[in-house]
């Protein structure tokens, strides 16, 4: 804690001495792309659920306006990797990008992307969609979390034969989390059944479910929202159909197929979809062959860093912006004074990874574009 601290101060620091917009406007920031990670705008309290998910709306206009007064050059994402990968990035280059397609994402990310003008990119799992209802494992552990002042479950109404639980402190909820997901995974429970189990779960902590799922939170967009979102901002790309990373290669397949067949019937798109994000960050060398196979040209990881031409296309870093990070981080970051520092262990290890296991393209002058790069990943 007492380490973080000083890293802030540090940062506050290089800040006011002018070290950090020097690195921003530097020849090795130019030839840098930042991409910043964001999960969640709350439509109420999410954030003081969970912080690291949920940002409230204040905050991320803040940061939206951080962006555009330090005049930093905010691409649509597919702009933006193209243009590392050929060299020819403008200075202190910056795309947005969104994860899981929730419905908040539309009543409060979308006005203020607006006001600012900040093309965004957001990756949808699709199976929710059509299906207009809490996401289950985030939508259980909220209600969990709603409700703690109970002090105890009584979790018998909830799975049949359960004791009754303490759900004060986190470490219980989690206890409490894990076998309601436990329940639905041994019965096999349909969407729909996981949806009345939540209701349940509602009612056993004295959470009006109705009115609950009325706000929407913990909700997906719907087929018409997503058509709504305004094509000149907002680039929806893909993030599997059901959220997951099957180790099977017929089933990855699957879940990249259904999830542009599912989006394709939703929202036009100019060109066929090829960006990925990987669900939860999960990433291997496997998947990685397997998304090339399915002409997938980009995947973002949340491997904190920021990405050069010598990074694996498909295994391109991303800053995760939270609550809990002070504005000089947030600035340390997009300046790229931050990562430029490379004072983390674990940062310089994944950057190795990233590196050793991609065909190197060298930077700048001679880079190839993306397409080469890609062909000579499916041919090794
Ligand atoms: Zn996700």
Redesign the pocket.
């Known amino acids: 804690m007492r380490l973080l601290q000083a890293r802030h101060l540090f940062l506050r620091l290089a800040n006011s001495i002018g070290a950090t917009s020097l690195v921003a406007r530097s020849d090795w920031r130019r030839h840098r792309l930042v991409i910043l990670c964001y999960h969640g705008i709350s439509l109420d309290d999410e954030h003081q659920w969970n912080p690291e998910l949920y940002m409230p709306a204040a905050q991320f206009r803040d940061r939206m306006r951080r962006l555009r007064e330090a005049r930093y050059n905010v691409l649509p994402l597919s702009d933006a990797v193209e243009r590392l990968y050929e060299g020819n990035l403008p200075p202190k280059s910056v795309a947005v990008t969104f994860?899981?397609g929730y419905y908040d994402f539309h009543a409060q990310a979308l006005p203020v992307l607006r006001e600012f003008d900040i093309p965004a990119t957001n990756f949808v799992?699709t199976f929710y969609s059509n299906f207009v209802r809490p996401v289950f494992d985030p939508a259980s552990a909220y209600l969990l979390w709603k409700g703690r002042a109970r002090g105890v479950i009584t979790l018998g109404a909830v799975i049949p034969g359960a004791a009754s639980m303490p759900i004060v402190t986190a470490e219980e909820r989690t206890q409490v989390w894990r076998q309601l997901r436990e329940h639905a995974f041994r019965e096999r429970l349909s969407a729909q059944e996981k949806d009345e189990l939540l209701a349940d779960l509602a009612m056993a902590l004295g959470i009006d479910y109705q009115a609950w799922t009325a706000t929407r939170m913990l909700q997906q967009m719907r087929e018409s929202e997503l058509r709504a979102l305004p094509s000149d901002l907002v680039d929806v790309q893909l993030?599997t159909h059901r959220?997951r990373m099957p180790d099977d290669r017929a089933l990855f397949m699957r879940e990249i197929a259904d999830n542009r067949e599912s989006l394709d019937a939703m929202v036009t798109s100019g060109e066929p979809r090829a960006h990925f994000c990987y669900?939860?960050g999960n990433h291997d060398m496997q998947s990685v062959r397997w998304l090339a196979e399915m002409d997938v040209r980009s995947a973002t990881t949340s491997d904190p860093d920021i990405c050069t031409p010598a990074d694996h296309p498909l295994l391109l870093p991303r800053f995760t912006d939270t609550t809990l990070q002070p504005d000089e981080v947030f600035d340390g970051w997009v300046s790229g004074f931050y990562p430029r520092l490379r004072w983390s262990p674990s940062l310089r290890e994944l950057r190795r990874r990233r590196r050793t296991v991609s065909p190197p393209v060298a930077e700048p002058t001679a880079a190839r574009p993306l397409r080469a790069t890609l062909s000579d990943v499916v041919a090794r």
Request: glycine share 0%.
């Open positions: 994860d899981d799992a993030h959220h669900p939860l």
